[in-house]
């Protein structure tokens, strides 16, 4: 493992169920991302956290609801969820570093959380 | 906001030969371009980067170029073994920040 755990690996769920995807990283960074990965488009960037304040919200839809309780976890709630948010959801950590700092701000993935909707 | 085309989505090639992949950006602040590969069933993973300061970095068999002025940056593999055979991803960020913009990817098949 690389240090960014997520579960469940697979979910299939109905659309009116509620579930909640995790994330979990021991690599001490203060950044944590959600991503979507659908085939054949770009990662679309869903929400990214820093030191647990969530910095972005890329239009995603209230049925995807974040929650960052510390720096070292993630959690996507997933409420109503249409069958076309079947998905790869990535969880990614980085170290956010600052305009002085040397190196760059390397994204580490998890493994993702394949879900369906059906 | 920031535009990331990649080119081809697929790419096959035969072992031992070179593979090309190609970006480009659209946003002239990014300065920060990564390259991540992923297997099938597997994470992205982070294989090589280059930052706006250098025009080349180069890591074993891989290599990255970057043109500056007409925003671009490609990936280079040579002597491609099979197990080369990925998904391969650019992408462009500032150094600092948390916005990565992907490109679409790019399905590698080595044949063996």
């Known amino acids: 493992e690389t240090g960014v755990t997520q579960t469940p690996r697979h979910l299939v769920m109905g659309m009116t169920n509620k579930k909640s995807l995790k994330c979990e990283q021991h690599l001490g960074h203060n950044a944590m991302y959600w991503y979507k990965q659908s085939a054949k488009k770009p990662l679309e960037l869903m929400f990214v956290?820093?030191?647990?304040?969530?910095?972005e919200n890329n239009s995603v839809p209230s049925r995807f609801s974040p929650e960052c309780p510390n720096s070292s976890h993630l959690f996507l709630h997933l409420h109503t969820l249409q069958p076309e948010d079947s998905a790869l959801y990535l969880c990614?950590?980085?170290?956010?570093?600052?305009?002085?700092?040397?190196?760059?701000?390397?994204?580490?993935f998890g493994a993702g959380s394949r879900l369906t909707v059906l | 906001g920031e535009n990331v085309e990649q080119h081809p989505s697929t790419l096959s090639v035969q072992e031992g030969d070179s593979a090309v992949i190609k970006c480009t950006y659209s946003d002239s602040a990014s300065n920060y371009f990564p390259w991540y590969k992923q297997e099938l069933g597997k994470r992205p993973q982070l294989i090589i980067d280059i930052r706006s300061n250098v025009g080349e970095k180069k890591d074993q068999r891989i290599a990255v170029t970057l043109n500056k002025t007409a925003k671009h940056f490609s990936l280079h593999i040579t002597e491609t073994q099979p197990e080369d055979s990925a998904v391969y991803f650019c992408a462009a960020s500032r150094r600092t920040g948390n916005q990565f913009y992907f490109g679409t990817g790019t399905s590698l098949t080595v044949i063996p």
């Open positions: 956290y820093n030191f647990k304040e969530q910095t």
């Open positions: 990614a950590s980085s170290q956010d570093k600052r305009d002085r700092e040397t190196g760059a701000n390397v994204l580490t």
